[in-house]
């Protein structure tokens, strides 16, 4: 047997929540944003990394930072914001990030939903390069019901077909309930997220079976060969296909964005964020099951464990939540050095 070599300890260090958000907001501003974007991006890439989602925390950095070099995207765009009916909300980002595109156009849905009992918000023209549980997760706070839907660039093999097309195309819900944190989940409809794949290749990790397909369009785990020329595939065949293809018709097709295959960053070296569309849809359970709502789903929940089921989804977030908060948030030391050169 050969020798392994040794695993080399990474020296870490902590970072409290809101210190991170104001040395990303640096980060941001530096390099071409406005600081009324800079902030929101900072919240949600330092949430993301608070709750433990990594490969969409930090790790994005570097990402943001080539794309608004490569002039990809508008890091100071202001969105505008459109009145469209009594339940519709629309927005053009003007080629800026959809989360600032969402806070222009929040309380004007939570009104909205609030008022009618269903709202839907449908953003186009954005740019979406996070995690999309914490743009549902704070309508779940208010105790409404929330889904949104993003597509993404093209780096999935719809089921049956022999070349990428879709997006990985997450979709996500938040709902509230009586005695917890909200019931929250966001997953791709690809095999596996395309940061976590890039994080797998940068630590030398394989892919389990079923998850994508080298440049030749044969199976693989190795997650360097689905980034040079190969593809993701859709979780549960033709079920996950089916799902991309309903959020490239509501991100995209709905809301006037992009569909993952219809924009080309070949001219803008370093371009990382797909630009797209995004759809939410916010409701008001008040309309239809009263105050009893939260209740319900409580009960639901305490059913689920009662089945034997130890964690639901959102648990192991908000577990790392709570420590983040109490202990700091753990970073490389490294990388914390990093952000800091690049916030100047």
Same mark, same amino acid.
């Given at each position: 047997? @050969?020798?392994? !070599? ?7 260090? @902590? ?37 433990? /989602?990594?490969?969409?925390? =930090? ?21 505008? =914001? ?8 629309? =927005? ?14 929040? !309380? ?22 996070? /995690? ?5 997760? #704070? ?12 597509? @993404? ?36 409809? @690809?095999?596996?997220?395309? +940061? ?18 080298? !440049?030749? +369009?044969? #199976? ?32 995209? /097709? ?19 964020? #797909? ?48 420590? !983040? ?20």
């Amino acid at each position: 047997m @050969s020798a392994q !070599s040794p695993t080399v300890a990474t020296a870490s260090t @902590s970072i409290p929540f809101t210190e991170l958000v104001t040395l990303l907001q640096q980060v941001f501003v530096r390099h071409g944003t406005s600081p009324e974007v800079a902030l929101v991006l900072a919240h949600n890439c330092a949430s993301a990394e608070r709750d433990g /989602a990594h490969s969409h925390g =930090v790790f994005r950095i570097p990402g943001y930072v080539s794309t608004l070099g490569s002039g990809w995207v508008s890091g100071k765009a202001v969105p505008v =914001v459109e009145d469209i009916a009594s339940g519709f909300v629309r =927005v053009d980002a003007n080629n800026g990030f959809a989360q600032p595109a969402l806070a222009a156009a929040r !309380s004007l849905l939570v009104e909205k939903a609030r008022n009618a009992g269903i709202a839907l918000l449908a953003i186009r023209n954005s740019h979406h390069f996070a /995690a999309l549980w914490p743009d549902v997760e #704070p309508f779940a706070e208010e105790g409404l019901v929330a889904l949104s839907v993003v597509n @993404s660039m093209t780096c999935v093999v719809p089921h049956g077909a022999d070349r990428p097309l879709f997006g990985t195309n997450p979709i996500a819900f938040a709902a509230p309930r009586a005695d917890g944190p909200p019931i929250v989940f966001d997953l791709a409809t @690809s095999a596996i997220a395309h +940061g976590d794949v890039q994080i797998a290749a940068r630590k030398g990790e394989r892919l389990p079976l079923g998850t994508g397909v080298d !440049s030749l +369009g044969q #199976p693989t785990q190795d997650p360097k060969a689905i980034l040079e020329g190969g593809a993701l595939l859709p979780f549960g065949g033709h079920k996950g296909s089916a799902l991309s293809m309903m959020v490239e018709l509501l991100a995209a /097709a709905l809301t006037g964005g992009n569909f993952s295959f219809e924009f080309d960053w070949s001219n803008h070296p370093g371009a990382r964020t #797909p630009w797209t569309g995004q759809l939410l849809i916010v409701i008001d359970p008040a309309k239809t099951a009263g105050q009893g709502f939260a209740e319900r789903s409580q009960e639901l929940v305490r059913q689920m464990h009662a089945a034997g089921l130890r964690r639901l989804p959102g648990d192991r977030r908000h577990r790392t939540r709570t420590k !983040s908060l109490q202990e700091g948030i753990m970073l490389e030391v490294e990388v914390l050095q990093q952000l800091r050169e690049l916030a100047g």
